[in-house]
């Protein structure tokens, strides 16, 4: 088993907002024993010398998606390829998002049971992973794959074919169909449920401002959900159709571009989460054209990127919780970790390492077990020089100022040989 104690460190509290010095972490196989000043295991237990540098929780990213291998195709990745290759490129996204220093990431539609079960197994190097399965999208909504110009119908099995979805939503209309598709994902393993409600930026046929779901519909999927003991994630970017989604119920919101206080107010009432995802617009903006994204989706891309950091300011003044959240499609992945730059021009630094710790953990449900360095929780742990409550652009860097990463009590990035070289997962 694996044991031994960090020690000579100063430990970043993600909830207080500031520097412990003097902390010593012991960890026992995957999990953290103890943690405080005066921590002392018995005789044998291997003493790590941190050079007092900052060590801090691993990063959550609440909205991923793995399958999205090629830019130029954004959501529609898996129509232009086999799932064999699909499913490959998702492998390397997993290793480099933990060389990135994300020890969880919620997948928000496209990853399935059999890729987190492939992390969990040790299959896959990759960070804790939550699943959506397959997004699901009203007909002509954000998730329906289909041009303009494609006058085919979908079938009753059409989430089972890749040519027709893009393989990463299904396609229910009326409470009878969502009911069914949603008890059909979670039957496939999907850690939560995502729905469409407005229109997207990445698809053809559905304007930012398109109210996707009727009321009766979303409630439907709520109550699926809340009877499997699972919840639902939306898609939105207008006020209203945030506003509609959270007053029936949905948990947590995705994108919300355009969040104003009156949404803010009732996602505060109802305890509804809030994953803005401003890297998305603005790697698009800067390098999307040149990696083939279509050019009819540039304007949708730019009206969204005009209001993204005013939708932080909203949030912040009403107090809802924000979660981390990226959103990267095809090869703009590279460009992660500059969310963290992007939200401090408007929040504070100790809000944004919160959103990528704690507010993370209580989004997938998983508090106290990540996004803390406590006993009990799991030992996902980044080691740092610098201190990003100060200095942000060490977390903004995709993982060059990261020294050490741990995921579960193995070191999967061990700049300074802390650890054996044999006992470094790379």
Known sequence: MNEFVFENLRLLDPEAGRLVAGMKVWVRGDRIVAVGHDVEPPPGVARVDLGDRVLMPGLIDCHIHIMSIKTKWANNTLMHMPASLANAGAAVKLKTLLMRGYTTVRDAAGADRGHREAVESGQLLGPRLFVS????????????????????????????????????????????????????????GADAIKIFVSGGVGSDADPIHFMQFSPEEIRAVVEE????????????????????????????????????????????????????????????????????????????????????????????????????????????????????????????????????????????????????????????????????????????????????????????KDELSLFPAEAVMA
């Open 133 to 188: 399965g397959r997004a699901v999208s009203q007909t002509g909504g954000h998730g329906d794959a289909r041009t303009m110009v494609d006058h085919a119908f979908p079938c009753a099995c059409q989430h089972l074919a890749v040519g027709t979805t893009g393989g990463i939503s299904r396609i229910a209309d009326g409470v009878d169909q969502v009911r069914r598709a949603v008890r059909d994902e979670i039957r496939l």
């Open 225 to 412: 959900c809340e009877n499997a003991d699972t919840y639902a994630l939306a898609h939105a970017y207008t006020a209203d159709t945030i506003y509609r989604a959270v007053e029936n119920g949905v948990r947590s919101i995705e994108h919300g571009n355009f969040l104003d206080d009156r949404a803010a107010e009732l996602m505060v009432e109802k305890g509804t989460y809030f994953v803005p995802t401003l890297v998305a617009y603005e790697a698009t903006m800067k390098f999307g054209r040149e990696q083939g994204y279509p050019e009819r989706n540039f304007l949708k891309n730019e009206r969204v990127l005009a209001v993204g950091t005013k939708s932080l300011e909203v949030a912040r003044k009403a107090g809802v919780k924000m979660a981390f959240g990226t959103d990267l499609i095809g090869e703009l992945d590279d460009h992660q970790s500059e969310e963290f730059e992007i939200r401090s021009r408007v929040l504070p630094n100790a809000d944004i390492i919160r959103s990528a710790t704690l507010v993370g953990a209580e989004v997938v449900r998983r508090v106290g077990e990540i996004g803390v360095i406590a006993k009990g929780a799991y030992a996902d742990m980044i080691l740092l020089d610098k201190d990003p409550l100060e200095d942000i652009s060490v977390l903004a860097s995709g993982g060059k100022d990261i020294r050490m990463i741990m995921k579960g009590g193995i070191a999967h």
